[in-house]
C-alpha cells in the first residue's frame, strides 16, 4: 500500500472521532456534506473489525448491506439533496439479534435457530430502515432473552468494554456493549424485566425500557409476551429519543399495540425539572446487597434535580418487593408457551436421535430441543411449565397475576404524588464473567429494581451515573407512568448534564 | 409448595417436550425447588377480589378487516425447513398418542 | 373441552358401497334410547370452519384445496416474531350462532393458549377460548325437544398431515408431510349438553344445526370436506340412573348418516362391555366407513394438561350493543321458520320440508326452481313452448327425489348442478302442460343432469313431444273403434269389468299407433267421448 503512516493516523484519527459522535452529530454531519454516510459507517466498521475480537458484541456484522444502505443514501442525498435524507439518514445501528430482519441470520443467542434466514423484517426493523438509521450487525444476547450477564449465548459470552474481565449485563448486552465500545452510537434491544435498563447501567450507557405497547412488538421473537418491549440504547438521553421516536407508534400487525398517538419527547427535552415531583422508591432503594456506590450515585441524583428546581421526596411502593417472585411465574410461563414452536419442523435446528429411521417425531422434538436449548432456557421453560400445569395455575400463575394488579394499583398510587420516581438501575456495576452462572437465584437478583416497571407496563430508563472505585459505571433508574416517556425523558435529561457522564466518560478497555 | 420430586419434573420435561439427562434432572430438581421457594412469595400477598392483570393496558377488540394479503413465498419458506418434500414439511412418523 | 384433534388420515374414507348405503342403521340393541334397560345419552361437539375469505388471525386466504404451503404467512407458520390480529369477520359469525341458537353473549370473551404438542400445529399451542367463550349457554328444539348448547367459542384449526409409506396408516408410516394451509382457518366449536338420548335425535339436532349454520351464511358445512365436524360424546346407563356413564368421544364421522351409525355402534358396544361385567374406558375412538366401527386411538387415561392460559398476544372481545344489533338486524330466516313458511306457500309436507333443509343448498334451490316456475306462468305467450302449468308441490317432489337421489349418488351439491333451478322449472311446465309425461321427464331431467342441455332442447333433439292435438288423437280413435267394430260391440254392452278390460284394449291399441307419444289425459277423455256419447 502506498499510503504514509501519517496518512493512517489521520484516517484513524478521524474514525475514532466518528464512532465517538453523538447519533444527532453524526446525522447532521451526514446532511451537511461533512462526511458521507458511507464515512461513517466504514468507520463504525472498521471499529468493530478492530476490536470486537475482544468484545464480541456482535454475532454477525452486516459490513456489505450496510456499506451498499450507506451508498444509497449518499447517491440519494446527490440526486435529491440533503432535505430528502430521512432523519436518521447514515446512522450506524446494532440490532438485538432477536429481530427478525429478513434474510439476515436472526438466532436469539440460540442454537437452535442458527442458520434460520427470517423471511420478514420486525416492524422496527422496517421502521428503523425507513428512518436512514443503518444496521451494521446483529448483537448478542442472552439465549431467547433469559439472563442477565449475555453468558447465556450459545455463541459465546459479551465482554464489557469497560473491563473485558466483566459481564456487560444481558439480556441485550451485545447492544450496551457495541454503543459503549463506539461500534454504533445507537442500538435497539428488548426489555422484559431489565435486559434494557440493566445492561446500559453496567456498559454506562442510556438504555430506555418505553411503555408495554408503545412500540410493535411484531417480529420481535418473543420471551414473555405481556413483559417484552423494544428499547432504544444511546450514549447521550437526545440520541435515545431520536431513536425511539424513529420506531415507537401504532401497529395494526400487534394487537397489543396503543392507538393513542405519541407525545414527541425531544421538543420538551430541555425544559428542565423546575416544579417537577420525584419519588425516590424506598423498597427499590434499600435491596439486599446493594453496592455503596451506587447508593451514593442515587443519591447524587436526588441533590443534582433538587438543584435543578425537582421536588423530591421519598415514596414506598410496597408491592415492589413481590415483583421479582412474580416476574419468575409470569415470565417463564408465558415462554415456556412462546418457545414450544421450536420443535425442529418448520425452522432451525432437527436432531433425530437413535438408529435411521426408527425415530417418531415426538422423539425428534424433545431431542431437538435437548440438543437446541442452553441451560437457562430449559430452567425456564420447565419453571413455566410447572406454574401453568394443573393443579398448580392457581397458586403460582395465576397469583403472580393478582400480584401484578396489586404492583399496577401501587405505582398508580404513587403516581398521584409524583410525577417520575427514581431508583437505582441495579444494585451493582459489572460483576466478573463466571460469576454467577452456577446460581441461577443470585443472577436473578440483579435485576430486582427493573422488573416492577415490566410487571406495571409503565416506562423507565437508565441514565449513567459515575464511575465506581474499579472505575466501572453506576446507573440510575428513572421510572415513569405508562405514556410518561415525555417527562421521564425531561428528568433523565437533567440527570444526564448533572452527572455530565457523556461529554467525560469513554470505556478505556479495548480503546 | 416447594417439595419438587424428581418424577415431577420428568412429568414437567415430557409435558414440555424437552428431553433431560440424568444429570440435568438432577440439577434441575435442586434449582427449580429453590426458584419456586422464592417464586412462593407471591403467595404471601392477600389477594382476595383482586382481578388477574393479563394486559398491562386494558384494550379491547383489536379487530383487523376481513381482507386478503399476500402469502409468503412456498420455496422461502420450505428453504427454512430441515427437511421438507413434494411442497410439505417432512417430519418422522407421527405417533396417535402423541398430543 | 375438547382434546387434542390429531390430523385428520391421509386415507381418506373410501365411497360407501351400495350395500352398506342400504344397510340398516341400526343393530339389534334396539331404535330408541330405553331398550334392554340401558339408556343412552350422547353430546355432540361440532367443528365449523367459518366462510371467510382470510383466516383467523392473518391475511393468508381460507380456501379449501390450494397447493400444499401456499397459503401460509408468518403468522400461521407460527414463524418466531409473529402476532395475531384477529378477524372482525368471524366474530360477526360468532355472533350471528349467538342469535341464532339464543346464546348469552358475555360482555367479554377472551383468548386463550391450549398448550400440546403435534405437527400439525405450528405453535405447539393452539389459540382457542377456554373460560371466558363468546357464546354460553344457547338451545336448539329438535322435533319438539330443546337441546341445550353449552357453549360456542372462536379457534383456530390445524394443519394437514399425510402419512406416507406403511399404507397410510398413521402408526406404521415411514414418515409423514405437513401442509399448514388450513393451519390458522377459522372454527367455531359449538358444544352441546348430554342432552340427547337417541341416535335419530343425534342425527336430527346435527341436521338441524347445519341447516341453521347454512342458513345464517357462516359456512359451507361440507361434512365430506371437513368444514362442519361431527365428535359425538356416548355414554350408556341403566335406565332410571342419574349419574352419567364413562363416556368415549368418536371422530371422524364424515355424514349425517355415519354419525347415526357410529353413535349405535358405541351404544352396542358400551353395553356389551357393561353386561359382560367390563368397564368402558374414557378415550377417543375413531369411527371406520368401511367396517362400521368404532376403533381406539388413545387412552385418556392419563389426563391431558393443556395448561391453558390467557393468550397475552390478543386483547378481549367485547360486542358492542352496536355490533350486537347490527348482526340482529341482519339475521336471515332460520330453518324452522323456513320450514313453516314453504309448507304453508307450496302446500307441502313438513316431512317435504324438512328434506329439503336437511341437504345444504337443496332449499335455495327448490325456491329458486319455484320462482323460475311462477316468472313462467307470467310469462305464459312467451315461455318456451307448449311449457306452462305445474306447482311448487311438482318441484318439491322432483327435487327431493330425483335431484336428491342424484346428489347422493355423486356427492355433488345443488350449486354445482348442471341442472339450472329454472330448466326444472321448464321441465315441470312441460310435464304440467301435456308435452310430455311424467316418466319421459324423468329421462328427460336424466339426461339434463348428464349434459346440462336444457329439458325443451333434449325434448325436441329426442322428438319426444306428446301429440296433444285433439283432431289428430280423435282421428285415430276413430279409425281404431271403425276397425275394431266387434269390440265397440262388446265393450257397449259388458259389464263394468268387461268394460274396463275393452277401454284398455283401446288405449293400448291408440298408443301403439300413436309410438307412445300420444298424451295420455287427451286420449282418455277422447275415448269416453266417442265410446259414450255420440259414438
Not at chain 3, 377472551?110 to 398448550?115: P, T
Request: hydrophobic share 40%.
Amino acid at each position: 500500500m502506498s499510503s504514509s503512516d501519517s496518512d493512517h493516523d489521520r484516517d484513524h484519527d478521524r474514525d475514532r472521532d466518528l464512532t465517538s459522535r453523538s447519533a444527532a452529530g453524526l446525522a447532521a454531519a451526514v446532511r451537511s456534506g461533512e462526511v458521507s454516510a458511507r464515512e461513517v459507517v466504514d468507520a463504525h466498521l472498521a471499529r468493530i473489525e478492530a476490536l470486537d475480537g475482544s468484545v464480541h458484541a456482535f454475532l454477525h456484522v452486516t459490513a456489505d448491506g450496510a456499506r451498499a444502505r450507506a451508498d444509497a443514501l449518499d447517491a440519494q442525498r446527490r440526486s435529491d439533496g440533503p432535505e430528502s435524507l430521512p432523519p436518521l439518514a447514515g446512522v450506524p445501528v446494532a440490532v438485538k439479534d432477536v429481530l427478525c430482519t429478513r434474510g439476515v441470520p436472526t438466532t436469539c443467542g440460540s442454537r437452535i435457530l442458527e442458520g434460520w434466514l427470517p423471511p420478514y423484517d420486525a416492524t422496527v426493523v422496517a421502521r428503523l430502515e425507513a428512518s436512514g438509521a443503518i444496521a451494521v450487525g446483529k448483537a448478542n444476547m442472552d439465549e431467547f432473552a433469559m439472563g442477565s450477564s449475555t453468558e447465556n449465548s450459545a455463541f459465546g459470552p459479551t465482554h464489557n468494554p469497560w473491563d473485558l474481565g466483566r459481564v456487560p449485563g444481558g439480556s441485550s448486552g451485545g447492544s450496551a456493549a457495541a454503543v459503549a465500545a463506539g461500534f454504533a452510537p445507537l442500538a435497539l434491544g428488548t426489555d422484559t424485566g431489565g435486559s434494557i435498563r440493566q445492561p446500559a447501567a453496567l456498559c454506562g450507557v442510556v438504555g430506555v425500557k418505553p411503555t408495554y405497547g408503545r412500540v410493535s412488538r411484531y417480529g420481535v421473537v418473543a420471551f414473555a409476551s405481556s413483559l417484552d418491549q423494544v428499547g432504544p440504547f444511546a450514549r447521550t438521553v437526545e440520541d435515545a429519543a431520536l431513536l425511539l421516536e424513529a420506531v415507537w407508534g401504532h401497529d395494526p400487525a400487534d394487537s397489543t399495540s396503543i392507538p393513542t398517538p405519541c407525545e414527541p419527547i425531544l421538543p420538551g427535552l430541555e425544559r428542565g425539572v423546575a416544579g417537577l415531583r420525584v419519588g425516590v422508591v424506598r423498597e427499590l432503594t434499600e435491596v439486599d446487597g446493594i453496592q455503596p456506590e451506587v447508593s451514593a450515585a442515587l443519591e447524587q441524583a436526588v441533590k443534582l434535580l433538587e438543584q435543578a428546581g425537582a421536588t423530591l421526596d421519598s415514596v414506598s411502593v410496597p408491592s415492589a418487593i413481590y415483583g421479582l417472585p412474580a416476574y419468575y411465574l409470569i415470565a417463564p410461563a408465558e415462554a415456556s408457551s412462546n418457545l414450544a414452536r421450536f420443535d425442529g419442523i418448520r425452522y432451525g435446528l432437527r436432531v433425530v436421535p437413535g438408529e435411521p429411521g426408527s425415530a417418531n417425531a415426538a422423539a425428534m422434538n424433545g431431542a431437538t430441543r435437548h440438543a437446541g436449548f442452553g441451560a437457562e432456557v430449559k430452567r425456564r421453560i420447565m419453571l413455566g411449565t410447572y406454574a401453568l400445569s394443573a393443579g398448580y395455575y392457581d397458586a403460582y400463575y395465576g397469583q403472580a397475576q393478582r400480584v401484578r394488579t396489586l404492583i399496577i394499583r401501587d405505582f398508580d398510587r404513587a403516581y398521584e404524588h409524583f410525577d417520575v420516581l427514581l431508583s437505582p438501575t441495579t444494585p451493582t456495576t459489572a460483576f466478573p464473567l463466571g460469576d454467577k452462572v452456577d446460581d441461577p437465584l443470585a443472577m436473578y437478583l440483579s435485576d430486582v429494581c427493573t422488573i416492577p416497571t415490566n410487571l406495571a407496563g409503565a416506562a423507565a430508563m437508565s441514565i449513567p451515573a459515575g464511575l465506581d472505585g474499579s472505575g466501572l459505571p453506576i446507573g440510575v433508574q428513572v421510572l415513569a407512568p405508562g405514556l410518561g416517556e415525555a417527562v421521564m425523558f425531561r428528568v433523565a435529561r437533567a440527570l444526564e448534564l448533572g452527572f455530565g457522564f457523556a461529554a467525560r466518560a469513554r470505556p478505556g478497555g479495548p480503546a | 409448595m416447594s417439595e419438587l420430586t424428581r418424577e415431577q419434573v420428568r412429568h414437567v420435561a415430557k409435558l414440555a417436550r424437552l428431553d433431560l439427562s440424568d444429570d440435568e434432572l438432577d440439577r434441575f430438581t435442586g434449582q427449580l425447588a429453590g426458584i419456586l421457594d422464592h417464586a412462593a412469595r407471591v403467595s404471601a400477598l392477600d389477594t382476595d377480589g383482586v382481578p388477574p392483570t393479563a394486559h398491562p393496558f386494558p384494550m379491547v377488540n383489536v379487530l383487523r378487516p376481513d381482507v386478503v394479503k399476500p402469502s409468503l413465498d412456498r420455496d422461502e419458506v420450505l428453504a427454512c425447513a430441515p427437511d421438507a418434500r413434494d411442497g410439505r414439511f417432512r417430519v418422522p412418523r407421527i405417533l396417535e398418542d402423541e398430543a | 373441552m375438547t382434546p387434542p384433534e390429531p390430523s385428520t388420515p391421509s386415507t381418506p374414507s373410501a365411497p360407501t358401497t351400495p350395500s352398506e348405503t342400504d344397510a340398516p342403521d341400526t343393530i339389534e340393541v334396539g331404535l330408541d334410547g330405553h331398550a334392554d334397560g340401558w339408556e343412552l345419552v350422547v353430546g355432540l361437539e361440532v367443528h365449523v370452519e367459518l366462510a371467510t375469505a382470510t383466516k383467523l388471525f392473518c391475511g393468508c386466504a381460507n380456501e379449501f384445496g390450494q397447493e400444499p404451503n401456499t397459503n401460509v404467512c408468518p403468522v400461521c407458520l407460527g414463524l418466531p416474531g409473529a402476532l395475531p390480529v384477529l378477524n372482525e369477520l368471524v366474530v360477526e359469525y360468532a355472533l350471528r350462532v349467538g342469535e341464532a341458537f339464543h346464546f348469552d353473549v358475555p360482555a367479554q370473551s377472551v383468548f386463550a393458549r391450549k398448550n400440546y404438542f403435534y405437527p400439525d400445529m405450528p405453535k405447539n399451542f393452539q389459540t382457542s377460548q377456554y373460560d371466558e367463550p363468546i357464546c354460553l349457554g344457547g338451545h336448539l328444539d329438535v322435533d319438539g325437544v330443546r337441546i341445550t348448547i353449552t357453549r360456542a367459542h372462536m379457534e383456530e384449526d390445524t394443519g394437514k398431515t399425510t402419512h406416507v409409506g406403511g399404507g397410510g396408516r398413521i402408526h406404521d408410516a415411514d414418515f409423514s408431510l405437513v401442509d399448514y394451509n388450513r393451519a390458522g382457518v377459522p372454527l367455531l366449536e359449538i358444544v352441546s349438553e348430554p342432552d340427547i338420548r337417541s341416535s335419530e335425535q343425534a342425527k336430527a339436532y346435527a341436521s338441524e344445526l347445519r341447516a341453521t349454520l347454512e342458513a345464517i351464511g357462516v359456512s359451507d358445512v361440507k361434512m365430506e370436506e371437513g368444514s362442519m365436524r361431527v365428535d359425538a360424546n356416548v355414554s350408556v346407563r341403566r335406565r332410571g340412573s342419574d349419574g352419567f356413564g364413562t363416556r368415549t368421544e368418536t371422530k371422524n364421522v364424515n355424514s349425517i348418516r355415519s354419525l347415526g351409525r357410529a353413535i349405535e355402534y358405541e351404544r352396542a358396544r358400551q353395553i356389551e362391555v357393561l353386561e359382560a361385567g367390563g368397564r368402558v374406558v374414557q378415550e377417543t375412538r375413531h369411527w371406520n366407513e368401511n367396517d362400521g366401527q368404532t376403533h381406539s386411538m388413545r387412552s385418556k387415561e392419563e389426563a391431558y394438561d393443556y395448561r391453558y392460559f390467557p393468550e397475552p398476544d390478543l386483547v378481549p372481545v367485547a360486542p358492542t350493543p352496536e355490533m350486537r344489533a347490527a348482526v340482529r338486524a341482519a339475521m336471515p330466516e332460520l330453518p324452522a321458520a323456513r320450514r313453516d313458511r314453504l309448507v304453508a306457500a307450496w302446500a307441502i309436507t313438513e316431512r317435504d320440508a324438512a328434506a329439503l333443509l336437511g341437504t345444504p343448498g337443496l332449499a335455495d334451490y327448490a325456491e329458486a326452481a319455484v320462482s323460475a316456475l311462477e316468472a313462467l306462468e307470467a310469462l305464459e305467450a312467451l315461455a318456451v313452448d307448449g311449457a306452462r302449468g305445474g306447482s311448487p308441490r311438482d318441484i318439491v317432489n322432483w327435487v327431493n327425489g330425483e335431484i336428491a337421489g342424484h346428489l347422493n349418488e355423486t356427492g355433488s351439491s345443488p350449486a354445482a348442478l348442471s341442472l339450472a333451478p329454472a330448466a326444472l322449472a321448464e321441465l315441470v311446465g312441460l310435464v304440467a302442460a301435456g308435452t310430455i309425461s311424467r316418466n319421459q321427464a324423468k329421462d328427460v331431467l336424466g339426461e339434463a343432469l348428464a349434459d346440462g342441455r336444457r329439458p325443451a332442447r333434449i325434448v325436441t333433439d329426442r322428438g319426444l313431444a306428446q301429440v296433444s292435438d285433439e283432431s289428430s288423437l280423435g282421428s285415430v280413435i276413430d279409425g281404431i273403434l271403425a276397425a275394431n267394430a266387434d269390440a265397440v260391440a262388446e265393450y257397449r254392452a259388458g259389464d263394468d269389468k268387461a268394460r274396463k278390460k275393452k277401454r284398455g284394449f283401446f288405449m293400448g291399441e291408440a298408443m301403439k299407433a300413436l309410438a307412445g307419444q300420444g298424451n295420455p289425459q287427451v286420449l282418455n277423455r277422447l275415448l269416453d267421448e266417442k265410446l259414450e256419447g255420440n259414438g
